[in-house]
């Protein structure tokens, strides 16, 4: 019952919560999401498999063997800070009915085993985003959301189908055509450019739910990484994932200078970057991802959370800033931190592979996006003036913060909670890192793009005078007239079609040309 | 008999032409009348007097379950809806060349697929009554004259089948069929006249 | 007791319902409480039981047993959502009587009887599909002529029956009787290219009688094919090719015309062809697990008709009448229905955790013969999928509150209950796929 007790845990907090009164609707979900957290770190000291049924390969197999454990932990214990963040005030029902629900998909998809879970995992999942972007999202971007995820997960479907039922028979699949349908599955469930809708939905509902829905979206598409990394996809057209993957990193990174919607845009090219990474091979694909994923999910939250506490005093307001350092920190690479553990790790793949322009690359987009990044900092916290949190408030940020440092001193520290064979090869430490031959060019490429960020941060106004009008024509980049006008056209198109329809169904016309055909058939066959 | 199979036949063929290209409704739906008597006539030969007789009772129950409604509609506007103006296809030389063509068509069909174990005269009419009330459905503009068109379709297969199956069970439900058809007309037409109203 | 009751029940109860048809809670609970009773006699009685009626025989054996357990406790909550919210007068008397013509067409072992019975059963839904001034009475025309035109052609192909019987080394007859039954049964289901009636009906109709009609009287249309396929073997070399080919254009044009569709009506219509189309596959693989998946596929099928019409029918019926399109902002005045709506759509598009358990051994049982013709029938899914899921821009934009106010208690429940069904039927669908398996390995063309 362990096993199910996490599930059960967030399902019956979210369906109490419809019929309880909205004084006690924070509380009870910061219970539902305790329990959930409890039991999914039980799990980890009996791990197993947690439901059978059928054949391992085409039945339904839940197990907390893999490295979802770690992604499943990390989900409650986000949304379980988020929950505690301003505790005191009520949140509305349908809100945290939504974030539990988010989380409960998360967890049925992180601890599924095989394609066909996976594929059922995906369907709740999409089902719970349904409700996330219930609860605010532009219309047009909820529409496109759900529509790009439901046919990622028929990707799914398809090569659940391709692998499991003709291996071996006479009919030969492509498994280029496999591999290119698990790479359209993926990019989608993260939720990279310019499939990025989820992630855009994420910035417009309440704070609650849109944490939710990033840390999830986020976490459940490392988890397939984990899974199906895309270095052992055999045939995958590499050439157009990688020019796609370095326009979701300098989106992202140029991007983060409009000053809105700033975790979307690091997402984006955070993942932009690993998704470089892993196109061009890497041979740490697995830790790279999980590294990196944690790191950018407790960064983006420390940023999130830092944004809703409401620091009363100064000294307050200087912890809360010095968490909100630790998560920029990270994001920039700065070393002892989980993020600078993770680039370290991509570069070095980077340089085994010879890509050294691709280093190149990363290191101007880090570049870019450390100047908004210490801007927020300087200033965002500064914005709440009156706060009513005390203490416990300020040390909410902390949290999420502190794994951040822990990590980047002991990057094992994120595989240690799974078994060794599930990550291609065992965690490098600190030392180990820090003491490998060609180190100096991997330092050189994260801490120099440090120094020049810090340099454009404090020319920031002269350079965004000088360049104003190629930041205002920059939401171009968000592809919003693109989708648009695609929508139109295929609406005309559709209108047009439905017209025809509507004409021959409608009168004696269609009648007429069924009768001529079938005349025409029996005529020809007798 | 009073008339020869082939008086039958020829008349069969005139009241089934006279509904699909004449639009006043007396004239169809007393044409409809004499269809079910010559009918009746027709299956005298092969079937039991009793069952001819009841085939033209039920004619003319449905006669008068139909005539109420159309005689309530009378003098009325025909409908015009908008998607349905007066063409080409629905002008009465148009209705007149493709009735003939499709008895031409009903012929030729036979000729090359007879129906077997059924009598030459019988698969005739058969063939002609279906034929035109399929056209007679095609060309009509509203609950009436499909539902005559429809009715004269099911007499043309009800010609055929009661040949092969005579069973009185299955007389009479084929029976109902038509009789329940029959109450569906007055009823659309109602509804048909109850919306001119309206939009007037 | 005897199976003879399941058909005279209703019909004795419906003068008394029409009696009370404006009274709604009268004519309600009178017309609920006589399907609850007919489904409970249904229930009750065993099984492997033959009537004779005027010489001919009333067979209740196992599989026409589930068959009339579905048929009237679906008739039950037809009857219950009606009660606040009016189907038109004629509704309560006169689904009565169609349910005990249906009843006898399902049990009547003689296929001639049963295709005139379904018949009947049929030009009474033409007063239903109508329903009032409301619609258009083209549209109940339209249905009426295929009805004829389908049950002539039925009629006809017993006759053939007979030549083939004689004649059994005729190829000639074979193809002429399963041309016949191909025309007849194509147009009584709505396979595509015979579509043509039901997207109309399905908008202008309704809601209630619509999902009659797409969930519950083609059910039984089906359960006489299976019947003919079961009891007439020379069927078998060319019915299940026909089968097969029917059924992948059937998914597939269903699907891609959903697709192209807006007015939630014609979306319902065009989704449930195409989960017709994959019943018949399934039905044409003759496999135990085909034919099981696709009668289970059939009652998940019926199951996300009724939570779409349910759904769709508040809503157009809170926003004043019959609407082609869905209103803005409805999410946030109607939650239930909005939700059980896009769900249900999702379900008859193949959604993983409520449509896709009974689509799975369909895909199963086609994929080692035609790859190319299973990834085909996802295709048709996700034709589905689109069409319900533009509906959310819409769905969740900002509009105004509709006059009618929030969901009637008893269908907001109604709603709720049926999701969960779905869903139950969703993850654990070996509940009635394990059930119908042993059921199927009675008919004689499953093969293994």
């Known amino acids: 019952m362990l096993y199910v007790a996490p599930l059960v845990a967030l399902l019956g907090g979210a369906l109490l919560l419809l019929f309880l009164s909205p004084r006690y609707g924070r509380l009870l979900a910061l219970l539902s999401t305790a329990a959930a957290l409890l039991f999914t770190g039980g799990m980890v000291a009996r791990p197993g498999i947690l439901l059978r049924c059928g054949p391992e390969e085409t039945g339904l197999l839940l197990s907390t063997e893999g490295p979802g454990l770690i992604f499943a932990l990390l989900v409650t214990f986000v949304i379980l800070v988020s929950i505690g963040v301003r505790f005191s005030e009520r949140e509305e029902a349908p809100v945290l009915v939504s974030t539990l629900l988010l989380a409960a998909g998360a967890l049925l998809f992180l601890l599924s085993r095989n394609l066909l879970t996976l594929y059922l995992g995906w369907g709740l999942l999409d089902l719970t985003i349904l409700l996330g972007l219930a609860q605010g999202a532009s219309p047009r971007t909820a529409t496109r959301a759900m529509i790009i995820n439901f046919t990622a997960g028929l990707a799914l479907l398809f090569s659940l189908l391709a692998t499991t039922y003709l ?7 492509n498994p280029q055509l496999l591999a290119l349908l698990i790479v359209l599955a993926s990019w989608v ?43 052992q996809l055999v045939g995958v057209p590499r050439t157009v994932l990688l020019l796609l993957a370095g326009l979701a990193l300098f989106y992202g990174a140029l991007s983060t200078w409009r000053k809105e919607r700033l975790s979307l845009y690091l997402a984006q090219s955070q993942i932009g970057l690993l998704a470089l990474g892993l196109l061009a091979g890497g041979t740490r694909g697995g830790q790279a991802v999980l590294l990196l994923t944690i790191s950018l999910v407790l960064a983006l939250s420390v940023l999130r959370v830092g944004m809703e506490v409401l620091p009363s005093t100064p000294r307050q307001r200087f912890v809360v800033k010095i968490a909100l350092g630790i998560g920029v920190a990270s994001l920039c690479g700065l070393p002892l931190t989980a993020g600078f553990a993770a680039r370290w790790l991509i570069y070095d793949s980077f340089f085994r592979q010879g890509q050294g322009l691709i280093v190149g690359l990363g290191a101007l987009s880090s570049a870019l996006t450390v100047g908004p990044l210490l801007g927020f900092i300087s200033r965002g916290p500064d914005r709440r003036m009156k706060g009513r949190g005390g203490w416990a408030s300020a040390a909410i940020p902390w949290l999420l913060a502190a794994p951040l440092a822990i990590l980047g001193l002991y990057p094992p520290g994120a595989g240690a909670l799974v078994r060794p064979e599930t990550i291609s090869e065992s965690f490098p430490s600190l030392v180990q890192l820090l003491g490998v031959p060609s180190s100096l060019p991997i330092w050189a490429a994260i801490v120099l793009p440090l120094l020049l960020g810090y340099l454009v941060f404090r020319f920031e106004e002269w350079l965004l005078h000088r360049a104003g009008r190629f930041w205002e024509r920059l939401f171009f980049l968000d592809l919003e007239g693109l989708y648009g006008a695609t929508e139109k056209v295929g609406a005309k198109m559709c209108s047009g079609l439905r017209g025809v329809i509507m004409v021959v169904e409608g009168g004696s016309l269609g009648w007429l040309l069924l009768l001529a055909f079938l005349v025409a058939l029996f005529l020809w066959r007798g | 008999m009073v008339f020869s199979a082939e008086q039958l036949v020829w008349g069969l063929l005139f009241t089934a032409g006279l509904i699909a290209v004449v639009e006043e409704w007396r004239i169809s739906l007393f044409a409809l009348l004499i269809q079910y008597v010559l009918v009746g006539f027709l299956l005298s030969g092969s079937l039991s007097p009793s069952l001819a007789l009841a085939k033209i009772a039920m004619g003319g129950m449905i006669f008068f379950i139909l005539y109420p409604t159309t005689w309530r509609g009378r003098g009325k506007p025909p409908v015009r809806i908008a998607s349905q103006e007066r063409t080409l296809a629905t002008t009465f030389p148009l209705r007149l060349v493709g009735s003939v063509l499709i008895v031409l068509v009903a012929y030729g069909l036979l000729h090359q697929y007879p129906w077997e174990g059924v009598a030459p005269h019988l698969a005739l009419a058969s063939n002609f009554l279906m034929a035109m009330g399929l056209w007679t459905v095609i060309l009509g503009r509203g609950p009436f004259r499909m539902g005559l068109g429809l009715l004269t379709f099911q007499t043309g297969f009800e010609l055929l089948f009661t040949t092969w199956e005579r069973s009185l069970l299955v007389a009479g439900l084929l029976g109902l069929v038509n009789i329940l058809l029959a109450l569906t007309i007055p009823y659309l037409k109602a509804v048909e006249l109850a919306r001119r109203r309206v939009e007037r | 007791m005897t199976p003879l009751w399941i058909i005279v029940v209703p019909w004795v109860m419906a003068p008394w319902v029409y009696l ?7 004519a309600t609970f009178l017309s609920a409480g006589t399907a609850l009773s007919v489904a409970i006699i249904c229930f009750l009685l065993p099984p492997d039981q033959t009537v004779s009626v005027l010489g001919r025989g009333l067979l ?20 219950l959502y009606s009660w606040h919210l009016s189907q038109g007068w004629s509704f309560f008397p006169f689904l009565l009587v169609t349910l005990g013509l249906l009843a006898g067409s399902a049990m009547v072992d003689n296929f001639l009887l049963a295709v005139l019975l379904l018949e009947l059963a049929g030009i009474i839904l033409a007063f239903l599909i109508q329903g009032g001034p409301r619609a258009d009475p083209r549209v109940a025309m339209g249905y009426l002529v295929p009805l004829i035109v389908a049950g002539s052609c039925l009629i006809f192909s017993t006759h053939l029956f007979d030549l083939v019987a004689l004649y059994p080394e005729d190829p000639l007859s074979v193809r002429l009787a399963v041309t016949a039954l191909t025309l007849g049964f194509g147009i009584l289901l709505a396979v595509v290219p015979f579509h043509l009636f039901l997207p109309a009906v399905t908008q202008e109709a309704p809601p209630m009688v619509a999902t009659f009609l797409l969930g519950f009287y083609q059910v039984v249309a089906l359960s006489l094919m299976v019947g003919l396929l079961d009891r007439q ?60 998946g696709a009668i289970a596929h059939l009652i998940n099928r019926s199951l996300a008709i009724v939570l779409v019409a349910m759904s769709w029918g508040v809503i157009s019926e809170r926003y004043g009448g019959e609407r082609s399109a869905m209103p803005w902002g409805v999410a946030r005045a109607l939650p239930w229905a909005t939700f059980g709506y896009i769900l249900g759509g999702l379900t008859l598009a193949g959604f993983p955790l409520t449509g896709f358990a009974t689509r799975w051994p369909i895909y199963l049982a086609l994929l080692p013969y035609n790859p190319l013709c299973t990834f085909g029938l996802i295709l048709g899914g996700l034709g589905i999928a689109w069409g319900y899921l533009r509906s959310l821009t819409p769905i969740l934009g900002r509009g105004e509150r509709p006059p009618g106010g929030r969901e009637p208690l008893l269908v907001a429940v109604m709603i709720v209950t049926l999701v969960g069904t779905s869903f139950l039927l969703g993850i654990y669908p070996d509940y009635l796929l394990e059930p119908l398996r042993n059921m199927v390995e009675g008919f004689s063309f499953v093969a293994g």
């Not at chain 1, 990279?192 to 992630?199: A, G, K, R, T």
């Not at chain 3, 009370?20 to 009268?26: E, L, N």
């Not at chain 3, 073997?233 to 891609?256: D, H, R, Y």
């Open chain 3, 60 to 79: 209740f054996d196992p599989w026409r047993r589930w068959l009339l357990l579905l048929l009237f406790a679906g008739a039950v909550l037809l009857f």
């Open chain 1, 189 to 231: 469930r993260w939720g990279l450019y310019p499939v990025q809708m989820v992630h855009i939905a994420a910035q417009q509902i309440p704070f609650l739910s849109g944490s939710a829905l990033q840390t999830v979206t986020l976490a459940t598409g490392g988890y397939f990484l984990t899974l199906y990394e895309w270095p």
């Open chain 3, 20 to 26: 009370f048809r404006r009274h709604s809670t009268i």
């Open chain 1, 167 to 173: 291996e071996g028979s006479p009919t030969r699949y």
């Open chain 3, 233 to 292: 073997p020379w069927l078998k070399s060319e019915a299940f090719n026909v089968l097969l080919v029917a059924g992948f254009i059937t998914a597939l044009g269903g699907g891609l015309f959903a697709f192209l569709e807006r007015a939630p009506g014609r979306l319902l219509a065009y989704g449930t062809i195409s989960n017709l189309g994959l019943v018949l596959i399934g039905l044409g693989s003759a496999s135990g697990v085909g034919v099981a």
